[in-house]
């Protein structure tokens, strides 16, 4: 039975991750609960895993650098709505500082974040990753997130830290154009 052979082309962890994460975010929703971590790896998680296994159903022809700033884009979207939507409803009464980061320095780590995500970016689409691995170390990776000859696995292993990414430079981009307009609420994000 070669369909139960490892590596899959979708590993056992991103599936339990992202069903996992559904549900996080459906009961956060659904029971109006405030942002904490776990709900915040959450609204990383689900998106990346959805739109990279439709990529992987649907898209898999198309350019691989495409596919990723599309799931990265997406995947970082919805986790920036999501902490939004979440950042009202603390109950333990506690904000965020008053304090007025400078729009310099946020720019700085806007500009480091910004060349961090296009030099891995780069790199990903640069480096070959069609041979599959021969040393046990790539055969337990393939085996937990899916077949590195496959577009999936790559698309989320890297999504995952990526979107990331974006979000912190859409949270230091609101902070920047808080600053600008002197609005404290898009500066407490």
């Known amino acids: 039975m070669t369909s139960y052979s490892l590596p899959w082309t979708i590993g056992p962890l ?9 549900f996080v975010c459906i009961q956060t929703f659904a029971h109006k609960m405030p942002m904490n971590g776990a709900r915040f790896a959450a609204a990383l998680v689900f998106p990346v895993g959805l739109t990279s296994a439709a990529s992987q159903i ?4 198309y350019n691989q650098l495409l596919l990723l700033v599309a799931n990265q884009a997406i995947g ?10 979440a950042k009202n409803r603390r109950s333990d009464g506690m ?11 946020l720019a700085q780590n806007a500009f ?7 030099a891995v970016n780069g790199a990903i689409t640069l480096i070959p990753s069609s041979d ?29 830290f990526e979107s990331l990414v974006l979000v ?8 920047i154009y808080g600053n600008l307009r002197g609005d404290e609420s898009l500066r407490d994000l």
């Open 58 to 61: 649907f898209f898999s022809e």
């Open 76 to 85: 970082s979207m919805f986790c920036f709505v999501f902490s939004l939507v």
């Open 112 to 118: 480091i974040l910004l060349c961090v995500y296009v």
């Open 14 to 22: 991103p599936i339990l991750l992202t069903l996992w994460s559904a």
């Open 95 to 105: 904000t965020n500082s008053k304090t007025k980061v400078k729009s310099v320095k």
């Open 168 to 175: 912190a430079l859409f949270y230091i981009f609101f902070q």
């Open 132 to 160: 599959s691995c021969t040393i046990a170390k790539c055969f337990v990776l393939e085996s937990v997130f899916g077949r590195r000859d496959q577009v999936f696995a790559i698309l989320y292993m890297v999504s995952v």
